[in-house]
C-alpha cells in the first residue's frame, strides 16, 4: 500500500527531536545515553506495547518511559526499578509521542545482535506501536509509522535496515508480532524508492 495522499511527513531539528509539529508530542525520558563515537545510525527496530497486556488508550506506556509508572499496583510490581525508553512510540489512533533524540541512544532493544554485531542500542532507533502479538494493529498506526521510517531516513540517511525485536533477540522477544503487516511496510518503503532492507 502506498502512502495516502493527506500523510504527513516529520521534520527534525539537528539535535534530533520533532520539530515544532502538534502531531508528534515530546516527552522526554530521563532514560538515554550518549551513543559510542563515531557509531553510525542504520538500524530501526519495531517492538510492539501495551500496559496492562491488551490494553489500550492509557497513559501507562509514557508513564513507564518516564519513570512514573505506579508500581504499588499489583500488574506493574515486576517492572518495579525498570528503566527503559524508545525513541518512539504509535499510539492506536496514530498519534506519535517522542521520549529520546534520534541523536541519543534509548534503551530499548536489551541484550540483542542484529546480523553479528550486538549492542542494537548504540547503532539503532526504537519505535513501540502499542498493541500486542494477538491483534492486528490499525490503519492510522502503519499511516504514521510509514511517514516516520521515510522521514527518519531524511534525517538519518545510513537507514538500511528495518527489522523487528524478536529477530534480534529472538529468545526473548516476539514482537512486533504474527499481525505485523511487513509487507504493506516493504511496498511504502519501495514505493518512496528507499533504499531500506526489511528483516522480519
Not at 504509535?90 to 540483542?112: C, M, N, T, Y
Amino acid at each position: 500500500m502506498s502512502l495516502r495522499k493527506n500523510s504527513k511527513r516529520f521534520y527534525f531539528t539537528d539535535n534530533g527531536w520533532c520539530e515544532g509539529d502538534s502531531s508528534c508530542r515530546i516527552m522526554r525520558s530521563p532514560n538515554f545515553d550518549s551513543r559510542p563515537k563515531g557509531a553510525t545510525i542504520d538500524l530501526l527496530v519495531l517492538h510492539n506495547i501495551s500496559l496492562p497486556e491488551g490494553v489500550f488508550g492509557g497513559e501507562e506506556i509514557e508513564n513507564l518511559f518516564l519513570n512514573q509508572l505506579d508500581t504499588s499496583r499489583a500488574i506493574f510490581k515486576p517492572l518495579l526499578n525498570l528503566k527503559v525508553s524508545s525513541h518512539f512510540l504509535i499510539k492506536r489512533p496514530g498519534s506519535l509521542v517522542q521520549f529520546v533524540s534520534l541523536q541519543d541512544r534509548a534503551w530499548h532493544a536489551g541484550e540483542s545482535s542484529f546480523l553479528g554485531r550486538v549492542r542494537c542500542n548504540d547503532f539503532s532507533i526504537g519505535i513501540e506501536i502499542e498493541g500486542t502479538d494477538f491483534e492486528k494493529f490499525n490503519d492510522a498506526q502503519y499511516d504514521t509509522l510509514e511517514n516516520l521510517i521515510l522521514s527518519i531516513k531524511d534525517f538519518l540517511p545510513d537507514l538500511s535496515s528495518i527489522t523487528g525485536h524478536s529477530f534480534i533477540a529472538p529468545d526473548r522477544k516476539t514482537d512486533p508480532g504474527p499481525y505485523f503487516d511487513w509487507n504493506r511496510v516493504k511496498e511504502a518503503v519501495e514505493t518512496a524508492k528507499k533504499n531500506i532492507f526489511l528483516f522480519p
